[in-house]
């Protein structure tokens, strides 16, 4: 990937160190964007005691950024009052700086007292890019969308969070399929063994399509998304095989959205390396929501549906009714999601698990200090 001449011109400098005493207590959020995914943040944040929704850029006019927040087809009306008063907005008993929407690095963070920046927009950005959030002074950013280059991590709870250290401050984190597929096909994987498969993923439109036909550089994307079922190319095969190395190469996969505004399912099919049943699928599933995906998986045994899987705060709902086995080898298994709610709460849990780890780092010098 080309880097960016004008942004490699600037130097990076670390943002200013924070007192150790800082971490574990209360963490700031400076919230770019305001599409669905910066809609859901802000209820989830509006709730919360120690990540404090400090500061607002989005590309919106302040009339309809209340309007948008006020009432909302997927999640109702927000619990609270919201109005504008010049550059803040109210969320209740609430405020909230609004700032211009800017390149990263032109918004003073460090000013502002916010330590977390949440990029919630469609991404695209380069490291050079990205790195500007650190000279303004954040400490960390957080990724809804892949960048233009790699991050330092990306990051899923329930798959990888042995991974994470302080100094990664670029934080990628895949998508709401990935966050509900890559654990439950990790715990396939080392329970059976998977030496192929098929990713069917079942997912409700967005607002990157059209309720009309319109022209569209992939012709099928551009047909109406409520009239349809739309075939469409997805990469959510090759990220699970980054994520997961020993399923790389081995998943294919295609996305077909379908006529719902929200709730999605992704169709997992694995040729396992010795023989499964759907009382063992079903089994290993249940002990691993129950133990180590406590909270990121939820099992059901109850005939649902899409809608059934809405507002859940866990990242997936593993539907044992709908598991299936052929040729002695094979299962085949489905995770209902929906398309941002339990992502958003994901996202909060690792804003909390990087303060914890900054806690630790800090206490540790600190007391090497001594």
């Not at 192929?196 to 990157?208: C, G, K």
């Not at 719902?260 to 699928?281: I, K």
Request: aromatic fraction near 6%; hydrophobic fraction near 45%; include cysteine.
């Amino acid at each position: 990937m080309a880097e960016n001449p004008e942004a490699a011109e600037t130097p990076v400098t670390p943002a200013t160190p924070q007192a150790p005493e800082s971490f574990g207590r209360v963490s700031r959020i400076g919230l770019v964007g305001m599409g669905r995914m910066g809609r859901n943040l802000c209820r989830l944040l509006y709730d919360s005691d120690d990540l404090v929704l400090t500061a607002l850029s989005a590309a919106i006019d302040p009339a309809a950024l209340v309007y948008l927040l006020r009432f909302d087809t997927l999640l109702g009306r927000f619990p609270a009052p919201v109005a504008v008063a010049g550059d803040l907005l109210r969320l209740g008993d609430r405020q909230v700086r609004l700032l211009p929407d800017k390149p990263p690095g032109e918004i003073p963070w460090g000013e502002l007292g916010i330590d977390t920046v949440v990029d919630a927009t469609r991404g695209g950005r380069t490291r050079a890019e990205l790195e500007r959030h650190f000279v303004a002074g954040a400490r960390r950013v957080f990724l809804c969308a892949p960048a233009a280059e790699p991050p330092d991590v990306t990051a899923v709870p329930g798959l990888n969070e042995d991974e994470l250290r302080g100094e990664q401050r670029i934080v990628f984190l895949a998508s709401p399929l990935i966050h509900a597929l890559a654990p439950v096909a990790k715990v396939l994987l080392e329970a059976f063994g998977i030496r192929r498969a098929f990713l069917t993923l079942v997912q409700a439109y967005s607002e990157q399509q059209h309720l009309a036909d319109m022209p569209a550089a992939e012709p099928r994307r551009g047909r109406a998304a409520a009239e349809n079922v739309v075939l469409q190319r997805t990469g959510a095969a090759q990220a699970l095989g980054w994520l997961v190395p020993e399923l790389r190469g081995k998943v294919t996969g295609l996305a077909m959205n379908v006529p719902v505004a929200d709730g999605s399912a992704a169709d997992l099919v694995c040729w396992h390396e010795r023989p499964v049943t759907v009382e063992e699928v079903n089994r290993t599933l249940r002990e691993a929501a129950a133990g180590r995906l406590a909270g990121i998986l939820d099992y059901e045994d109850q005939p649902i549906v899409s809608s059934d899987a809405l507002r859940r705060e866990s990242s997936g709902t593993f539907d044992s009714l709908a598991t299936m086995v052929l040729a002695g080898n094979v299962s085949k298994t489905l995770t209902w999601f929906d398309n941002g709610w339990g992502y958003a709460h994901r996202l909060l849990d690792l804003i909390r698990r990087f303060r914890e780890i900054d806690a630790r780092v800090a206490a540790g010098a600190k007391e090497t200090g001594r």
